[in-house]
């Protein structure tokens, strides 16, 4: 028996508390839909208002309890045979670029729809009145050069100048204005002369040090607008097709930071198409310590697909951010997921949890229930998936030593899904300014 009780008013509550009902009628094995909003909370004020509200304790009692555990023998426990077919919602959105550019245009073209005037502005903006705060704390020496503020065109020679910097690479910026035939970087000074871009790259700032600081600390407070801007720009340029990876990158910065968040610069999270990794959105996050980013990770996640609510994307996650809990809320938001799970994780089917020697190679067993669906493959060595969106019974392929292999289909799904972010960073790591671009993004910290 099922009993579905919505306290939306207390006409139908009434309903529900009739004098010929009887609570011990429920059965152990039965399921109870409550939705507990505010109506329930002035409900039960209106009902202890009289000496009869056994059944009343009794309900309020059982949804305090079910805010942190699971209602035994309110639920259906995991079925290993009697499996539904299940067919998962469609994602409707038209998938590209939303703007659009002659087939002539350049590279720059591309850049500054992404980029925009309004960031060079405000880095034009901030960056002289840095150096202004700075020269009036600290005034320069009379040998020093003089400061002349700053223009757009000359902010856009600046930035030119360090994305070359990362395609002809020397040992020093000071070489770029060498004169030697050697070191082949004569132009460099026609753009721009050394002091002047020493100057720029002294004061080069993306905030006011003279804001208020956020009521919650914030070490990269001073670069959440520069994170916020670009987060919004790779939203609203393109519409992903649907299916996208949500992973772990890191910002390379070389020498000191009093933030790290890995040991190699900061983490990044980032969430990118699953098919072009174009990333759609990026959180930078840098601090909290390594223990206490265990339990944000999954907060992380949440944040990036807040804008995703009730359109049927499907997004592939890595096993840090996968558990029962978490899917069943992305499932109740719309957002369709899939990954990797930790087999010491509650809440999982114990009939296909991996066990040394309990799997022949390829083979695999799947599990139901409720929206949830379970499976564990062996392929070198046996793993758990879960996913609040495929249907079990569902196969793929996979190439495996030169052969196709038949899997679940979230297996083959997520193999296929899952490389977005991969190659987002591949990417990033083969066209980024590697060299000096790190120490810009650092000096801006």
């Known amino acids: 028996m099922k009993l579905t009780l919505y306290l939306t008013d207390n006409e139908m509550a009434d309903a529900f508390y009739d004098d010929d009902y009887d609570s011990d009628e429920i059965s152990e094995g039965s399921d109870l839909e409550i939705d507990s909003g505010d109506e329930y909370n002035y409900f039960m004020t209106d009902r202890r208002k009289n000496e009869n509200y056994e059944h009343d304790e009794w309900l309020a009692q059982m949804i305090e309890e079910s805010n942190d555990t699971e209602l035994e023998g309110f639920e259906h426990d995991w ?91 020397l040992p020093s910026k000071k070489y770029y204005w060498s004169k030697e035939d050697s070191f082949l970087a004569k132009d460099f000074g026609d753009l721009m002369s050394k002091d002047r871009f020493y100057q720029i790259w ?25 994170f916020g801007h670009m987060s919004e720009k790779f939203r609203s340029m393109y519409t992903c097709n ?46 909290k310590t390594e223990d206490e980013m265990k339990g944000f990770t999954v907060q992380a996640v949440s944040d990036l697909l807040q804008n995703y609510n009730h359109k049927n994307l499907k997004v592939y996650l890595d096993k840090i951010y996968t558990t029962v809990p978490f899917f069943k809320e992305l499932h109740t938001r719309g957002i369709q997921a899939c990954g990797i799970v930790d087999k010491g994780m509650k809440g999982l089917p114990e009939q296909i949890i991996p066990k040394k ?44 030593e030169r052969q196709q292999v ?9 193999e296929k899904q899952m490389n977005g972010v991969n190659w987002c960073c591949q990417m990033i790591g083969t066209n980024f300014c590697h060299f000096h671009l790190f120490d810009t993004v650092k000096i801006l910290y």
């Not at 910002?251 to 040991?263: E, F, M, Y």
């Not at 390829?362 to 495929?390: G, I, W």
Request: charged share 25%; with cysteine; aromatic share 12%.
């Open 79 to 169: 079925e290993y045979d009697k499996l539904s077919t299940r067919v998962p919602n469609l994602y409707t959105e038209q998938a590209g670029p939303i703007f659009s550019l002659p087939k002539e245009s350049q590279p720059l073209d591309y850049f500054d729809k992404f980029w925009g005037e309004e960031m060079w502005q405000h880095i034009v903006t901030e960056t002289n009145r840095y150096a202004q705060q700075e020269q009036d704390k600290n005034p320069p020496s009379p040998s020093a050069p003089n400061w002349s503020p700053i223009t757009v065109p000359i902010m856009k020679k600046f930035v030119g100048i360090c994305m070359l910097m990362g395609i002809v690479r």
């Open 202 to 226: 002294r004061y080069l700032h993306l905030s006011n040090n003279e804001d208020p600081l956020p009521e919650q600390p914030d070490k990269l407070h001073t670069l959440r607008w520069f």
């Open 357 to 400: 020697g309990k799997f022949a190679n390829h083979e695999y067993r799947v599990a139901q229930k409720d929206e949830l669906s379970a499976c564990t493959f062996r392929d070198y060595k046996p793993f758990m998936m879960l996913s609040n969106f495929h249907d079990p019974m569902q196969t793929g392929k996979v190439k495996r």
């Open 406 to 414: 038949v899997v679940p289909s979230m297996v083959a799904d997520f």
């Open 242 to 287: 649907g299916s996208v990876a949500i992973d772990e990158s890191v910002l390379k910065i070389r020498g000191r930071l009093s933030h790290r968040s890995d040991a190699w610069g900061v983490k990044v999270w980032v969430l990118a198409e699953g098919e072009t990794g174009y990333m759609m959105d990026f959180d930078v996050y840098a601090d």
